[in-house]
């Protein structure tokens, strides 16, 4: 059982609703507490019957860092195209400088959070498949709980208008206990029967997929990345908890989400790091070229090795390489890169994964780094602007968040941003996989469906799908 502790909440409720009627304005008040140890999936199941639509699971791969909000207490969102980046930023930088703080320590992850994400490409015609996902949507969660380095976090965010009085406090308190009482208790729902999975017109993208060569044989373009769509029909609704549950005993290695939206859940298991800002500590990751895992250890090696030594994958690997050692080299005065690229293997494909590190300027901040380093090559192309305007001309697919930044920000900056891969969209009883390849002038039509059929795997696997 969950244990919440008598605090200085009703207090600094009142504080928040008094500086609300001076402001004219909403303010937020914080408060961090130490909790005894609790299942972080539980937590997100206890969420399901009273904030439906309204949840966020966060799992680094490290484990280091694991975050779970529950309802929502402040979203910022705007389907602005230009300065989104900066829109967002701006808002979180408003709210964060009138809000009261009820915390004795201050762990990172811990406080008030910003959880949420971009679209990969705003300029790209919105279809009914992302209605519920504006072009930029983050949530500060009502309750966060956070697991960091083992040790266990509850915090509450309540937003106070000058209208509010101190029966806000009750109310928080009869909710919170209604949330964590008996949590251990939870019962997770199970899949349903998968009826039907139907590739979203294949020889289409397989037509594209040549045009593109044609166009990079002809042109200046080095690199264009395509994504296509799997749909998945259940026979009853979708429910979010076993599929995360699956994600993190088959990906333990990857960043492990799952955004749920008016209803819709975006999830996934990536195995990219897009930037992580840790004060003036930067981290990035080259992540490239790929190839299925063996059977035996022995082939493993080999398809391995074999990567490792592929001119086409490294190169497309080394596009990635330059472009973020380029970006970084704008807001950092430092950046470490190795000279070659290792493998990564997670449970069905492995990749040319190459760290970066570097130490940012002081005025730099983690949206800042988002915005240069999205879309890498890797999901974009070579030059970034003329493969993104391709992309958008040429390909059926509305990728919404696929393929995008999602992550978190606390209130002193740090955070992190995966990039949003080996994801689907859940829907009632329907799912959308997504996957996508590097497409460059020596590319086989069949070897890169081939390569989309095994970036499909870990979704497919999580939802039980024959793969």
């Known amino acids: 059982m969950v244990t919440i502790q008598n605090t200085e909440l009703k207090e600094g409720i009142i504080e928040a609703i008094e500086k609300a009627r001076k402001l004219s304005m909403p303010v937020l008040v914080s408060e961090v507490q130490r909790i005894h140890p609790v299942q972080p999936l539980s937590v997100f199941a206890a969420g399901r019957d009273q904030f439906v639509g309204e949840r966020f699971f966060w799992k680094d791969p490290s484990d280091e860092v694991v975050m779970i909000g529950i309802g929502i207490c402040k979203e910022i969102q705007s389907d602005q195209a ?35 994400g971009f679209s990969f490409d705003p300029l790209k015609e919105k279809t009914d498949l992302w209605a519920q996902f504006p072009h930029s949507l983050f949530h500060i969660p009502k309750y966060l709980v956070s697991v960091i380095k083992g040790e266990y976090y509850l915090t ?9 009085d101190d029966s806000m406090y009750e109310l928080a308190e009869q909710e919170r206990k209604s949330l964590f009482n008996g949590i251990e208790k939870q019962e997770l729902p199970q899949l349903t029967n998968l009826s039907q999975v139907n590739e979203v017109y294949p020889e289409n993208w397989k037509k594209r997929v040549s045009e593109v060569v044609e166009l990079l044989k002809a042109g200046t373009m080095k690199k264009v990345v395509l994504a296509r769509e799997l749909r998945l029909q259940f026979e009853e609704q979708i429910p979010v908890e076993p599929v995360i549950m699956n994600l993190l005993e088959e990906q333990r290695d990857s960043f492990i989400f799952a955004f749920e939206s008016r ?11 897009l930037v992580k800002k840790v004060k003036n500590n930067v981290y990035s990751t080259c ?104 992309i958008r001309l040429m390909e059926d697919l509305d990728r919404g968040m696929y393929a995008a930044p999602i992550g978190w920000i606390d209130f002193e900056g740090n955070g992190e941003f995966a990039v949003a891969i080996r994801s689907g969209l859940l829907q009632g009883n329907e799912a959308s996989l997504f996957a996508g390849c590097g497409i460059v002038k020596d590319s086989n039509v069949d070897s890169e469906y081939q390569e989309t059929n095994i970036k499909f795997r870990p979704m497919l696997s999580a939802l039980r799908g024959k793969e």
């Open 156 to 164: 509450t965010n309540l937003l106070c208008s000058a209208e509010d």
């Open 263 to 273: 209803g819709d859940c975006f999830i996934g298991a990536s195995p990219e790091r």
């Open 82 to 116: 230009s300065g989104r980046f900066f829109h967002v930023e701006k808002q979180w930088q408003e709210l964060m400088s009138h809000s009261i703080m009820l915390m004795e320590e201050k762990p990172t992850a811990t406080g008030p959070i910003m959880l949420g």
């Open 287 to 390: 992540l490239a070229g790929s190839i299925a895992r063996g059977k035996t250890i022995k082939e493993d090696e080999l398809l391995g090795n074999e990567l490792l030594c592929d001119e086409k994958n490294l190169n497309e690997h080394q596009f990635v390489v330059e472009m973020i050692k380029e970006a970084m080299e704008k807001v950092c005065h430092e950046v470490r890169i190795p000279s070659h690229p290792q493998l990564l293997k997670n449970k069905h494909i492995q990749h040319l994964y190459t760290p970066v590190v570097g130490i940012a300027d002081e005025e730099s901040s983690l949206l800042q780094l988002v915005n240069l380093l999205h879309p890498t090559p890797a999901l974009g192309g070579v030059p970034r602007k003329e493969a993104i305007e391709s």
